[in-house]
């Protein structure tokens, strides 16, 4: 029986503080206003786009053969991802690539890229435009037939092939359509410039694009 008693007197001692902490009130501390950042992160975006578009860098001369004009329509694919600071900046990064059929004789030129974007934004209901640039760089391939080519396993004469690495300045503009919550609806316009001395067969001109970006 006096075990029992020490026992209880014991538990109930051992609770008291927990029950006091239970049934007094208790004072919150005063709250602190929380200030946010105006380029805290909110969240990511990425997706992919075709692209079309015009370029023209002039005539193209192998040997003696005849002028082929470097104009025409590139048709290509690539994608972005961006990361967003605040309600308005947005920076990440995207990479493309464009090809550009020419000639008589299928010749081609082409040029892959990518590189570091930032863009700012406005919301306007659920249209969001923005405008913004890609800075860094690519490599530019082209090659150019002078007859048509034969099925057989011979050399062709006269054939010209280049490659080469260029840095790029990209300027771009384009806008936003939200569909649901998590996709939009992209379309933007960019024209592409070299950095330092262009080539000659360099591929600069004017690329629309269309695609979907999905916001995480």
Not at 61 to 67: C, D, N, Q, S, T
Request: charged share 15%; glycine share 14%; hydrophobic share 40%.
């Amino acid at each position: 029986m006096k075990r029992t008693c020490l026992l209880t007197l014991l538990l109930c001692l051992l609770l008291t503080p927990a029950l006091l902490n239970a049934t007094t009130p208790t004072t919150s501390a005063p709250a602190t206003t929380k200030t946010t950042s105006p380029f805290a992160y909110r969240g990511f975006s990425g997706g992919m786009m075709l692209h079309a578009g015009w370029v023209d860098c002039g005539d193209m001369r192998v040997g003696l053969a005849p002028v082929q004009r470097l104009s025409g329509l590139p048709l290509g694919i690539g994608g972005a991802l961006k990361v967003r600071f605040g309600d308005h900046l947005r920076a990440g990064t995207e990479g493309y690539t464009s090809a550009l059929s020419y000639g008589d004789y299928g010749s081609s030129l082409s040029i892959a890229w990518g590189g570091l974007l930032v863009d700012w934004t406005f919301r306007v209901g659920r249209f969001v435009p923005y405008v913004g640039a890609t800075i860094g760089g690519g490599s530019v391939e082209n090659l150019t037939l002078t007859e048509k080519p034969a099925t057989d396993l011979l050399p062709e004469p006269l054939v010209s092939y280049r490659k080469y690495g260029v840095g790029v300045v990209v300027p771009f503009v384009g806008v936003e359509y939200g569909l649901t919550e998590r996709m939009s609806l992209t379309m933007k316009a960019d024209y592409m410039l070299p950095l330092g001395r262009a080539e000659f067969d360099f591929p600069s001109g004017v690329r629309c694009y269309v695609g979907f970006m999905f916001n995480h």
